[in-house]
Structure formats: C-alpha cells, structure tokens
C-alpha cells in the first residue's frame, strides 16, 4: 500500500516536470532517460524499483547503470511491458569500474568524521574517471537522442550531470540516501547546522554546543572541499574525455528541477524540506515472495524463530576478525530453539565446530526473508536500505 503510494508521487513528479518544462503530453508515455553511475548495488535497488515503476505506467525508460539484468557491454537490450507498452532498456556500465562491494571491516571502521565524508567524494572522482576513461557513454552523448526527461543520480559527484544536461531535456536529481552535505542548497534546500546532523555524523536533532560547533565546521569545510577540489576535478575529467560540454558541471547541478530522495519523515529527525525535494523512503516495498525450498525448510524448522544476520552488500561476512566472528558463531550456536541465517560470501567456515542451527549463505532475498514470520531479528550494520526493508 505505502509503495504504491509513493510510486504515483515519483510518477506524478515526474510527469509534472516533464509537463511543465516541454508542454506536450504523448499517448504512448515519455521518453525518459535515468542515469545511474555508482557502483553500489544497494544503491541501485532503490533505482531499479523507480525505473520498472515508470514502465509500468507506459514510460519508455533508457536505464545507464552497472547492473544491466543480462549484458556485459554497452549494447543495449530492450524489454517490453506487455500491458501498458513502456518499455526497459539496459545501457550498460558493467565492468567500467569494480562494482562497490565486500570491502573489509578494517576498510570502513576507523575513519574519522572528516576523513569517511572525504573518501566518499574521492570515490566519486574516481567513479566519474573509470567510467569516462572506459569510453561506454561516448555513443549515447554523441548521438545526442531525444529524452523528454532526464534522471541523474545525484551522490558523490556532479561529473554525470553535465553528462545529463546535454540532452536539452528536464533534469531531475536521484538518490538512494539522504543528500549529502556538498549538496546542501539545492532546490531550495537550507543547510541548518544547528539541530539537523550531517548524514553521516553520530548526532541528533538535540546537540550539544561542542556537537553542532562540529557539525557546521564539516559542513563548511566539505562545500568548500567540493567547490575547489572535487567539483573542478570532475569538470576536467569530463572535458579530457568527451571534449568541452555545453556548460560546466557547477551550471549543471544548478539545472536539477527536483530531487527524489530515499528518505522518509517518520525515519529521522524533524527538517525543513522545500517543495523541490519529494521523499520516497518505502518506494521498494512490494509484496513478498516466497522462500526457496531449502530456505523455507529452514525458517520454519526454528521453533522459537529465526535471526537473520546481514552486512549488507557492502562488507563481506569473512571479513571479520575471526576471534570475533567465531565467538559470534558458538554463541549463535548456543541458543535453543532458534535457528540463524548468515549472509556469508566465501567458504563455509569452521567445519570443525558442528552446529545444527547455524546456516551460512551468500546471498539472500532480504525483503523476502524479513516478511516471513517465522524470523524474529534482524542484526544488521546499519544500512538505509536494511532498516526500510525491516520496517
């Protein structure tokens, strides 16, 4: 029920956009463009969802993204949606860049404030690098095709807007977070450090004096790191491989009409929030499927439930420290009548230690798995797309 809801508010914003800025309206949907380039499969479930929503209303939709559904190359695949005649296309970015994923506990824990906001803004220089250098967005900027409507992930870089302006067509920004604080300001944002943490920081609404000196220190000092470190970076990143634009990256992000943003108010902390910014937090919600057999078999086998633990997409399970990660295993083992599903990537560790109740695997139909009954915990680290799945 919520998804669907919040499906029509994309749906509806973005045929209010398209409406305003173009001033027809097709029999047979819009023509519309979404470019998604980071390389966060996480990220791009939420994408996915919005993009499959608007070919279930009629929209043809050319989909730019590393997670094409069966190619490896930037040749397009298109899939038609019987029933109301939109339609998928796949332009793949596979292989451009390694896909963002099973890092290391010691690569992510111990980052200071500054220091994690900093590595997310050098990803995205790198990302826009790999992506440009590897040549897959020369066809599709140089054939310059006509889109009603643009949508451009708006994350860790501003490099793919400009790619996005070049189509003379609406722009809407796109994220799978909360906008980051080098975003601050767009659409009519307003940067209030004084009781709305940045995203990444561990505050609250209510901060101490310390807390928000903090907070308003590293949100200046990260606009200032973007405007004349990584903003100009991306600018030149673009020019070196696909010539000079029309315009610059920094006129790009200001074309940006509105932001879709994967948030919701009942999430977090209270904000102001102008009318350019639409939040969709829920917009993955759909209805469950069942389990695989042997999955089944085992989620209902637990007499008093089952706990599912989970790092994501983005920290492989093996990379725990194996003093920790084994006595997280024996005390699993340990409780009776509750069985533990384990999202673990590598081989099945200690084979030496028996245990009945503890399954491991690599990959999971979370959603699925969190809807069943039967499974009464949920022990994740913490990422937005785990938290929405659990609610």
């Not at 940067?191 to 505050?203: D, E, G, I, K």
């Not at 901060?207 to 100009?232: F, G």
């Not at 030496?352 to 009954?373: A, G, I, R, T």
Request: contains cysteine; neutral net charge; aromatic residues 12%.
């Amino acid at each position: 029920m919520m998804g669907g809801r919040w499906i029509a508010v994309i749906t509806t914003t973005v045929l209010l956009y398209t409406a305003r800025d173009r001033g027809h309206v097709t029999a047979t949907g819009y023509n519309i463009l979404a470019i998604f380039p980071f390389s966060g499969k996480s990220h791009f479930y939420m994408f996915r969802a919005i993009s499959q929503a608007l070919v279930a209303r009629g929209h043809d939709v050319t989909v730019v993204s590393h997670f094409p559904e069966t190619l490896s190359s930037p040749k397009q695949q298109q899939r038609r949606d019987s029933a109301t005649n939109g339609s998928y296309t796949d332009y793949s970015l596979a292989g451009s860049v390694p896909v963002y994923e099973n890092f290391t506990t010691d690569e992510l824990i111990g980052n200071g404030y500054l220091e994690e906001f900093l590595i997310i803004l050098q990803d995205g220089v790198d990302n826009c690098e790999g992506v440009m250098s590897s040549g897959r967005l020369d066809e599709l900027v140089r054939n310059r095709a006509r889109f009603d409507l643009v949508l451009v992930e708006v994350f860790n870089t501003g490099c793919f807007a400009l790619v996005a302006n070049q189509f003379g067509a609406p722009i809407i920004g796109i994220t799978s977070t909360s906008l980051y604080p080098w975003y601050s300001g767009m659409v009519g944002d307003v940067a209030t450090p004084s009781y709305v943490p940045l995203n990444l920081l561990p505050f609250t609404s209510r901060m101490t004096v310390k807390e928000r000196l903090i907070n308003t220190v590293i949100l200046m000092t990260l606009k200032i790191y973007y405007k004349y470190k990584y903003e100009p970076k991306a600018q030149e990143i673009v020019n070196k491989y696909l010539g000079d634009m029309n315009g610059t990256v920094s006129e790009a992000m200001s074309m940006i009409n509105a932001v879709i943003m994967n948030t919701h108010f009942a999430f977090g902390f209270a904000r102001p929030l102008p009318p350019g910014i639409i939040e969709v937090g829920g917009c993955t919600y759909k209805s469950p499927k069942p389990l695989s057999e042997d999955l089944e078999r085992f989620v209902t086998s637990a007499e008093r439930g089952v706990i599912y633990f989970s790092m994501g997409s983005i920290i492989k399970g093996a990379s725990m420290p194996m003093e920790r990660s084994l006595a997280m295993f024996r005390a699993f083992s340990q409780l009776k009548g509750y069985k533990v599903l384990w999202k673990w990537e590598d081989d099945t560790p200690w084979p030496e230690v028996p245990s009945d109740n503890v399954m491991f695997v690599p990959w999971m139909p979370q959603f699925d798995v969190l809807n069943h009954p039967n499974v009464k915990l949920f022990i994740s680290h913490g990422g937005l797309m785990g938290i929405q799945d659990a609610l």
